[in-house]
């Protein structure tokens, strides 16, 4: 998630909407302190609604962890979890190291 400012809003006004083409959240902060945010409509948006649509965004940036993500879009980890499955995005993020990591641990047991 990129942060402007609001001299940014007025100098870079167009990589700010080409961030949000892209699908990227971005903050607009004034001295330092967040004013607004600026969330790309997405069909997501469209037929999910603004807090499910934020929650699996903040959550596939990593802003938000599962919990605190299925909280805001008001579902169940259940249901949320089935929400990230059906957009192809992962639940867990391993990095390679962990993922070894793990697959070691179980090979092991």
Known sequence: METFSIRDLRERTGELVRAAEDGKLSVVAKHGHPVFL????SELMLTSGFNVSLAVKMFDEGALTLGKAAKFANMSHEAFM???GSMAIPVVKYSADELDEEVEAFIKQ
């Open 82 to 84: 089935e929400l990230l």
């Open 38 to 41: 600026a969330v790309p409509i």
